[in-house]
Nanobody, 120 residues
Framework: QVQLVESGGGLVQAGGSLRLSCAAS????????MAWYRHAPGKQRELVARITSGGYTNYVDSVKGRFTISRNNAKNTTYLQMNSLKPEDIAVYYC??????????????WGQGTQVTVSS
């Protein structure tokens, strides 16, 4: 069974930092893109950052210069370093990965979500 396990959320003061981690486990041939999404109360889920297997990254404008996505392909893990956090970053953050497994076309899997709260 392929799954994503996230960690690293929590409560931080405005201006502080958090680092989210997401590890994929199971019988995985490969992972192309890995990404972080967030869902804030009363808002639609949005793509925060995405990284391809080759290291190409893209970010939503609101986090550019503050957040950095990275990955360790050998460990099937992605990270989201979040600096200069603001109250508007409050959300549940979800990890997403496009995985290829035996006997199946590539498909998306999701983590369970981790809460990020920023106090002003």
């Amino acid at each position: 069974q392929v799954q994503l396990v996230e960690s690293g959320g929590g409560l931080v003061q405005a201006g502080g930092s958090l680092r989210l981690s997401c590890a994929a486990s199971g019988s995985i041939f490969s992972i192309s893109a890995m990404a972080w999404y967030r869902h804030a109360p009363g808002k639609q889920r949005e793509l925060v950052a995405r990284i391809t297997s080759g290291g190409y990254t893209n970010y939503v404008d609101s986090v550019k210069g503050r957040f950095t996505i990275s990955r360790n392909n050998a460990k099937n893990t992605t990270y989201l370093q979040m600096n200069s956090l603001k109250p508007e970053d409050i959300a549940v953050y979800y990890c997403n990965a496009a995985v290829r497994v035996p006997d199946r076309d590539e498909y998306d899997i999701w983590g369970q979500g981790t809460q990020v709260t920023v106090s002003s």
